[in-house]
């Protein structure tokens, strides 16, 4: 990545409890949706500095149900309709959360590619936008960090660049586990997912530097959650916290029931 000086910053609104979670669906209120495309903006002016023949990048949080997954999955179906090929990637294999956002099965998926005993081409699922795939995180696991670190990774990160020009990966929150940190090395960089009113000025910088001191690379943080109604009018509060914007919106909230192969 050049310029790794540079780091881009956004935010993602704060959607009503009632809402879709994805931009495929009907009635996804048209104002998020303009945010979503602000967002695509600003990575693709950041991403084309990059000569990568297959532009990857990973998506973190300082904590669970910061938003990561949704986002991620959201600013996917904005690039895939553009008319680009599109891979998501679920990489959090110890909680899987893309395919019940999808509605389809967990296995098998990146887990079963990295130990051997499924194909790529048999693990990825054609979704509803034209030009977007899906690979679920497969079997969940216990301990996958071995398998982020291994040959079969780059190797399938490799894989992907004939035919995805961009590839989304959603990684485990890095202030829990290192897998965001070693994905973020593997690819471009890590976009660095912080939940408005929620997440701690020191927490997200702990997330930063674990980021960076495990040789990765933040290229961008999108602060989630936003009351655009209050936009404009954030002020930092003296409790610590980063905005004082109302969070609604997390990973948690509103998820589809899980199904009998959620692993």
Same mark, same amino acid.
């Given at each position: 990545m050049e310029n790794k000086n540079s780091v881009w910053v956004s935010r993602s609104p704060r959607i009503p409890v009632s809402r879709p979670l994805l931009l495929t669906e009907e009635s996804f209120p048209s104002v998020v949706r303009e945010s979503y495309n602000s967002i695509r903006t600003n990575l693709l002016s950041l991403l084309s500095?990059? $000569?990568?023949? #297959?532009?990857q990048i990973c998506f973190t949080s300082p904590a669970p149900a910061d938003g990561k997954t949704l986002n991620c999955a959201n600013i996917a179906i904005t690039f895939a309709e553009m008319g680009a090929n599109v891979l998501? /990637?679920? &990489?959090?294999?110890r909680k899987p959360r893309l395919h019940r956002i999808? =509605? /389809?099965s967990s296995e098998p998926g990146l887990s079963e590619c990295l130990i051997g005993s499924c194909a790529f081409d048999k693990a990825i699922l054609p979704c509803k936008e034209k030009g977007l795939y899906l690979l679920p995180a497969g079997k969940a696991l216990a301990n996958p960090t071995d398998l982020i670190l291994s040959? =079969?990774?780059?190797a399938l990160l490799e894989s992907f660049a004939p035919r995805f020009e961009y590839v989304f990966i959603d990684a485990p929150p890095v202030g829990l586990f290192t897998d965001a940190a070693i994905i973020s090395r593997k690819t471009l960089g890590a976009v660095l997912v912080c $939940? #408005?009113?929620s997440t701690r000025i020191d927490s997200a910088h702990k997330a930063k530097d674990a980021i960076t001191q495990?040789?990765?690379h933040v290229i961008g943080a999108l602060l989630n959650g936003v009351d655009l109604g209050k936009y404009g009018r954030a002020k930092k509060r003296k409790s610590g916290y980063a *905005?004082? *914007?109302? &969070?609604?919106? #997390?990973?948690?909230? $509103?998820?589809?029931?899980s199904d009998k192969n959620d692993g």
């Open positions: 500095d990059t $000569k990568n023949e #297959s532009k998501l /990637v679920d &990489a959090d294999m999808f =509605r /389809v040959d =079969r990774f780059d $939940k #408005s009113g495990g040789g990765g *905005y004082d *914007y109302e &969070a609604v919106f #997390s990973d948690e909230e $509103k998820m589809p029931p």
